[in-house]
């Protein structure tokens, strides 16, 4: 089949280009930079240069497409609303005008369990969950607004779409999660936010390229498929600091023990969005109100409408995932 992925220079999109190319699908990738990283051009792999937010998809790349998989995104906490407007919104209304526009059938977007997230704990949480209301939090907004578009897109038979939800995406080659976390724990500036007894759920990549196939194969079996969002996990929440110190143990660095208050740490995140909102920086704020309550609630959910719907279950567990990634972990 002929595969389109937006953002398949990414974390995401890079790993499930690579499993896509191993079952000899065509694959195209599609990005912003003019010329992609040397090591992401992985054999077979095409490219194509296109700002999805100002461009649209030619004819050319586009037609005779089976699948898109829109992983493109901008993540993080920092900078201007209207450029995650545009990034995460402007951009999926506009592919998913082109794939109308040349009769693409099978759109899955990769969206966030960020799009439910509203500063509260979330315990073995599922679809039902409301969107987030405030924009206050760019990102999670800014993709609640494109998951919405992408699921009232879906028309089966003429066009189906559907929503992923990854949870905290890590493993081998994870540019974001564990790299800042460890960045930030060597300069002595990470410390526990609350209690430190919060769960989470972490989702490796593994389990998440496997998500998305598991879907792409099941809309081609079944017709009427799609038009929902969908929580991927790895069905085994840990106590995300206790899991942290497990990998700082792992590599020989001190165990984490410095706490500061949700609360305090939730305001500071305040008077940073307001300081670095006000100054136009670029960079994410150290901590944001956001980040806080991520760093310091449970965050959990249940993958009970992927496994019924389409079979997923996680194919790595986390203790097999951490033995695959230390040595990643080791050499950075």
């Known amino acids: 089949m002929k595969i389109i992925i937006t953002g398949g220079m990414g974390f995401i999109g890079n790993s499930l280009a690579a499993k896509l190319l191993e079952e000899g699908h065509q694959v195209i990738s599609v990005g912003r930079t003019k010329q992609p990283p040397v090591e992401k051009m992985l054999k077979g792999l095409e490219y194509f240069s296109c700002n999805l937010a100002e461009e649209n998809l030619p004819k050319s790349v586009l037609s005779n497409t089976d699948v898109v998989f829109h992983t493109a995104a901008k993540a993080g906490v920092g900078g201007k609303y209207e450029e995650y407007h545009s990034a995460n919104y402007l951009s999926t209304i506009r592919i998913l005008k082109s794939c109308h526009a040349y009769g693409v059938r099978k759109f899955i977007q990769t969206s966030t369990p960020s799009v439910v997230f509203s500063n509260q704990p979330i315990r073995n949480g599922d679809e039902r969950l409301p969107y987030v209301e405030s924009s206050s939090a760019p990102y999670p907004f800014t993709k609640a607004l494109a998951e919405k578009q992408v699921l009232q897109a879906h028309n089966p038979p003429h066009f189906q779409t559907i929503s992923l939800r990854p949870h905290l995406v890590w493993g081998p080659g994870d540019p974001h999660l564990l790299p800042r976390v460890l960045s930030r724990h060597r300069k002595g500036k990470l410390k526990i936010i609350g209690k430190g007894d919060n769960m989470v759920d972490l989702t490796h990549i593994d389990n998440v390229c496997h998500a ?101 279950r996680p194919i790595i567990s986390m203790d097999d995932a951490m033995r695959k990634t230390l040595p990643w972990l080791k050499s950075l």
């Not at 799609?226 to 840990?238: A, H, L, R, T």
């Not at 980040?291 to 959990?300: C, E, G």
């Not at 959910?301 to 992927?306: G, V």
């Open 212 to 312: 998305h196939l598991l879907v792409m194969k099941g809309m081609f079996g079944n017709h009427n498929m799609g038009g929902k969002p969908y929580f991927i996990g790895q069905s085994e929440p840990v106590r995300l600091w206790d899991w942290i110190n497990e990998i700082f143990d792992h590599l020989n660095l001190p165990i984490l023990r410095k706490k500061v208050s949700f609360k305090k740490a939730y305001y500071l995140g305040f008077l940073m969005e307001g300081l670095w909102n006000s100054l136009s920086l670029q960079q994410d704020p150290p901590m944001t109100r956001f980040v806080a309550s991520q760093l310091a609630h449970d965050h959990w959910f249940s993958n009970q409408d992927a496994l019924s719907d389409f079979g997923y």
